[in-house]
């Protein structure tokens, strides 16, 4: 008799001696048949045991080729981070000689517009360390948060002018990428360095995000602003032009009883 499973598959044969005794009539075939069944039936219960610890198996192995894979994945991501944080050092300590080195060369340099114009090379060389300090500081090392930023740079820049109390700093909390970073960095040097220098402290700076997907940066003095004949030819409004057209940047000047600002306005862009 076979011994037929699932999908009519044939499992086996069962055999059964018989003797001048024992007669094979319809009830005993009916009781074979029935064994048979119920044995097919617990083969085919193993067989689905089989099947299923062997996927259990090969599902066990293919999470484990993935664990591996994205622990490799993540020691790479990870080594990388600590390389371009190392870069970042590097960068910063290089332009920070080079910001040095132009400040000793100040007292030998003849002539107060030479004189000055190394001093604001050393800035805006020390602008850009700055940028570079906080992403080797940080833990994005793509990206640098500007209320600590610009609030260090602007620190930096009263330290180097004598009036470390004389620039408020109000910045919104928010990441920028460094593309953005440091263009603003050099926006933000040129304008505070030409109000101090002008018109003296206090000056002030406030960056905000507005609803409309877009930074507003506003530089502030108590100063009237510059002359009529005034033609924004200088290097400081060159660079200020330059950095506000690569950020897409709309320029702004207003003259107000308390003072006069300069506004940009800088689109924010998905990175």
Known sequence: MTV????TDLIGVLVVGVN????????????????????AGSVSTLQSIEE???????????INELQLSKEALEAQVLQKEILLKEVNHRVKNSLQIV????????????????????????????????VHERLYRGENVKAVRLDTF????????????????????????????????????LIVNELVTNAIKHVGPPCGITLQTNSGGSLKLTISDQ???????????????????AFSNQLGATVETKRERTGYAIELTVPLTDS
């Not at 001048?20 to 044995?39: C, M």
């Open 99 to 130: 910001s040095s080195i132009l400040q000793l060369q100040v007292p030998y340099v003849a002539g107060s517009e030479a004189a000055g114009a190394m001093r604001n090379a050393a800035a805006r060389v020390l602008a850009v360390a700055t």
């Open 20 to 39: 001048s005794r024992l007669r094979l009539d319809e009830p005993y075939l009916d009781f074979l048949q029935l064994v048979a069944a119920q044995l």
């Open 4 to 7: 037929v499973g699932r999908d």
């Open 223 to 241: 100063g009237q602003g510059p002359a009529q004949e005034w033609t924004g030819q200088g290097l400081g409004s060159r660079i200020v032009k």
């Open 150 to 185: 610009l609030g260090d740079l602007c620190h930096e820049i009263g330290r180097a002018y004598g009036c470390q109390g004389g620039i408020e700093a109000n910045v919104d909390s928010i990441e920028v990428t460094t593309d953005m970073a440091v263009p603003l960095a």
């Open 52 to 62: 299923e610890m062997s996927a259990a198996q090969v599902r066990e192995a293919l």
